[in-house]
């Protein structure tokens, strides 16, 4: 199983992100801010919410896999860097 999931946060706070992904991390806040980096699989959901900070990730098919709505809830981190 590949370990390069998606990654996103949450810093405004808002209550539904939609993403283009069914399989991410859910980091909650930008580091060092944030929840432990917790795998969410969707499924065939349409939404599901994080167990640690209760934000509600709706599938959007016609997102690219690091665009969010609203935009800038995409974690980027250094490549090699663990979580």
């Known amino acids: 199983m590949s370990n390069n999931y998606m990654k996103f ?10 993403i283009g992904v ?5 980091a909650g806040e930008t580091p ?6 917790v795998y ?3 499924g065939n959901d349409e939404s599901v919410l994080c167990p640690y900070c209760a934000t509600k990730y709706v ?10 709505r609203p935009p800038s809830n995409f974690l980027e981190e250094e490549v090699g860097q663990g979580h």
């Open 9 to 18: 946060k949450n810093d405004a706070g808002v209550a539904e992100i939609g």
């Open 22 to 26: 069914r399989e991410f991390k859910c």
């Open 32 to 37: 060092p801010q944030d929840h432990p980096h």
């Open 40 to 42: 969410i699989n969707m």
């Open 59 to 68: 599938f959007l098919s016609y997102l690219g896999r690091d665009e969010t």
